[in-house]
């Protein structure tokens, strides 16, 4: 039973795209996340949502969205794709805000051509 | 703001051999402080977390990471590694109170030489 799921697993789109990558958690947690790493290995938050608050949305291009349809689910829309959004991006869930530990997805591999 | 500090971002070692991974954090408010293990072609997995209490926490796979709050560190060890420690290591900080916002280091690439 995989407790945080994404998928694609791998993701090849061209520029100028819009693309989606969906993530599942079957813990019951109430907040996820997307974070993107980068080519150097760099992590980095994106989005948490909190019961389908969106609480926070550090500095991330517009053409990103999360979209979250139910507490389990947080999407992450990509529109016109760009060169530099080539990056694993892993979501994450943690029971609630606070001081709780984040369980990561596998990440998906997304390269722009 | 916080930031998280690598200095290593490479560290062979042979196997049996003890290791220490750095990590130095700089914030304005009190943080948690975590380390996390990414094993290759896999999402990061919680490897020992401080929060309050004993400054020395321990991970079940024999790693331990001391808090020193004088030198803001949070550096990891283990006495003898093995093969299978082989990943990058991450360092990572959250503000007390704050939104559970982890912040990460640069990671730590380990490798365990047979």
């Known amino acids: 039973d995989t407790a945080v799921s994404q998928t694609p697993k791998y993701l090849v789109t061209q520029m100028g795209n819009d693309k989606s990558i969906k993530c599942e958690q079957n813990l019951g947690h109430d907040t996820m996340y997307w974070y993107k790493q980068d080519s150097k290995k760099f992590l980095k938050i994106m989005f948490s949502y909190n019961n389908k608050e969106l609480i926070i949305n550090e500095t991330v291009p517009n053409r990103f969205s999360p979209k979250s349809p139910d507490k389990a689910h947080l999407n992450l829309h990509i529109n016109s794709l760009e060169l530099g959004d080539s990056a694993v991006y892993f979501c994450?869930?943690?029971?609630?805000?606070?001081?709780?530990?984040?369980?990561f997805g596998p990440g998906t591999r997304l390269t722009v051509t | 703001a916080q930031s998280v500090t690598q200095l290593d971002s490479q560290v062979p070692v042979f196997e049996e051999a003890p290791v220490e991974l750095r990590c130095n954090y700089s914030s304005s408010v009190s943080v948690y402080l975590f380390w996390y293990v990414q094993y290759p072609n896999q999402g990061l997995q919680l490897l020992l977390k401080?929060?309050?209490?004993?400054?020395l926490v321990e991970s079940i796979n024999g790693f331990e990471a001391e808090f020193n709050k004088s030198q803001t560190s949070f550096h990891l060890r283990k006495p003898s590694v093995h093969i299978s420690d082989t990943a990058e290591y991450f360092c990572a900080v959250s503000e007390i109170g704050g939104a559970n916002n982890l912040f990460f280091g640069t990671g730590t690439r380990l490798t365990v030489i047979p």
């Open positions: 994450a869930s943690s029971p609630r805000q606070g001081t709780d530990e984040q369980y």
């Open positions: 401080y929060l309050s209490g004993s400054t």
